[in-house]
């Protein structure tokens, strides 16, 4: 079995950065892609960020490019977000999800364990 808990979300003013981290744990998270998700009040969940298995690709959603930068450690079992430039509309409870291949990818469907979420409060 496969868990996820993320940490590292919090209050912040905008403009500030934060940096969420997510554990997890079982032997297959090397073979995994990583990504994150966030789910703002009244809005669906949306893709944020995802990563290969092997950390040599990522992608992004266009309105975080240039300033989050997801990163991975296999050795840690650890998915890193880096959140800069933080703005109101970031705010949102974050989310990450073990992917079921190697390569990233942005649809939800494809990822088969979750984690229980942060929240990440941006204040203006």
């Known amino acids: 079995q496969v868990q996820l808990l993320e940490s590292g979300g919090g209050l912040v003013q905008a403009g500030g950065s934060l940096r969420l981290s997510c554990v997890v744990s079982?032997?297959?998270?090397?073979?995994?892609?990583m990504g994150w998700f966030r789910q703002a009040p009244g809005k669906e969940r949306e893709f944020v960020a995802a990563?290969?298995?092997?950390?040599?690709?990522?992608y992004y959603t266009d309105s975080v490019k240039g300033r989050f930068t997801i990163s991975r450690d296999n050795a840690k079992n650890t998915v890193y977000l880096q959140m800069n430039i933080l703005k109101p509309e970031d705010t949102a409870v974050y989310y990450c999800?073990?992917?079921?291949?190697?390569?990233?990818?942005?649809?939800?469907?494809?990822?088969?364990?979750w984690g229980q979420g942060t929240q990440v409060t941006v204040s203006s």
């Open positions: 079982g032997r297959t998270f090397s073979m995994r892609s």
């Open positions: 999800a073990a992917g079921r291949f190697g390569g990233p990818r942005i649809e939800s469907e494809q990822y088969d364990y």
């Open positions: 990563i290969s298995s092997s950390g040599s690709g990522t």
